[in-house]
Structure formats: structure tokens, C-alpha cells
């Protein structure tokens, strides 16, 4: 009888443990690098995904000190190179968070109305910032900064000396 337990509760483990959650993730995934891009000593990545409901995930990561969990630092994805000066916001991202130095932001669609899938972000012409404060003397900081999509070719010669303070209107 113990050993008909026991094979019960050992069949119903296993069935239990081979359960897998639904893939939310298409498999379709790239890397970009951000850059320091100020005195400030920080650097980091960026990691877009395919979602299987639409849209694309944001994970930025900085490494560099971290600070408190109540600061933050905005991001935003732009249209145009990071050169470009008053380019458009063309999605807001999640604020980083000082404490963890992460951020993760799901888009669906850019703010000219294009729809954002993995296809369409190959070819996209932008770049990411993330800047010390969301207003004032500070939003001139950029922590981070790297070109994404398409112009991603054009961060093999990043020259923190060339960005431009981006303009933040939709």
C-alpha cells in the first residue's frame, strides 16, 4: 500500500512539475548597447523581445552606483539619430530605477501611430536615452545613450561629444 502512495505521489509530482507556463515571448530578441554619454559613470543595454500578444518588451539595464528606490531616471525611445537635435519622442519608457537600475517597457505602438513588432523595429531609425532628471538643468544630463533598429549600425562610432538634448514633444 506504501508503495502505491508512494508511486502516486511521485506520478502526480511529475505531472505537477512538467506543467510549463505559456510562452509569452516569441523567441525574437536583440541586444543594444547604451553608452555613458556624461561625467556620470554609467553605461548599459537594452534588450527588446518580441511579444506573442503584440508589441515589443524594453529591459534596460545600467550598470554604474546606484541610489536610492525613490529616484529615477526617464528614458525615452526617439525617432532620428541620437546626433539629431529636437527629435521626437517616439515612445515614453518606463523610468529607470536608481536602486535597481532597471526598467522594462512594453510598446505596442510609437507616437506616429506605427505599429511596433520585431519586423518593424529592425528597420526603425532611433535611439534611446536616459537622462538624469525629467525636468530643468538636469534633463540636459544624458546618463545613456545608444541608437536601436536600424541605426543601430551607426553606434560603432559613438561620440558622446555629438548628442543633442532631445526635444520632448510627441
Given at each position: 500500500m506504501r508503495k502505491l502512495l508512494f508511486v502516486l505521489f511521485l506520478a502526480i509530482t511529475l505531472v505537477a512539475c512538467s506543467e510549463t507556463e505559456p510562452a509569452i515571448y516569441t523567441g525574437n530578441q536583440k541586444n543594444y548597447e547604451l553608452f555613458k554619454s556624461s561625467d556620470f559613470d554609467f553605461s548599459g543595454s537594452v534588450e527588446v523581445k518580441e511579444l506573442v500578444a503584440g508589441g515589443l518588451e524594453f529591459t534596460i539595464t545600467l550598470t554604474g552606483p546606484?541610489?536610492?528606490?525613490?529616484?529615477?531616471?526617464?528614458?525615452?525611445?526617439?525617432?532620428?539619430?541620437?546626433e539629431e537635435p529636437n527629435v521626437v519622442i517616439a515612445a515614453m519608457l518606463n523610468?529607470?530605477?536608481?536602486?535597481?537600475?532597471?526598467?522594462?517597457?512594453?510598446?505596442?505602438?510609437?507616437?506616429?501611430?506605427?505599429?511596433?513588432?520585431?519586423?518593424?523595429?529592425?528597420i526603425f531609425q532611433g535611439?534611446?536615452?536616459?537622462?538624469?532628471?525629467?525636468?530643468?538643468?538636469?534633463?540636459?544630463?544624458?546618463?545613456?545613450?545608444?541608437?536601436?533598429?536600424?541605426?543601430?549600425?551607426?553606434?560603432?562610432?559613438?561620440?558622446?561629444?555629438?548628442?543633442?538634448?532631445?526635444?520632448?514633444?510627441?
Open positions: 546606484t541610489g536610492d528606490a525613490i529616484t529615477n531616471y526617464p528614458a525615452h525611445l526617439h525617432f532620428g539619430g541620437i523610468p529607470v530605477n536608481s536602486a535597481t537600475l532597471k526598467s522594462t517597457t512594453i510598446i505596442k505602438e510609437l507616437t506616429d501611430g506605427t505599429k511596433l513588432n520585431f519586423e518593424s523595429f529592425e535611439h534611446i536615452k536616459v537622462h538624469l532628471a525629467s525636468d530643468g538643468p538636469d534633463y540636459k544630463v544624458i546618463l545613456v545613450s545608444g541608437h536601436v533598429g536600424n541605426n543601430s549600425i551607426r553606434s560603432s562610432n559613438f561620440d558622446r561629444s555629438k548628442i543633442a538634448v532631445c526635444g520632448n514633444s510627441f
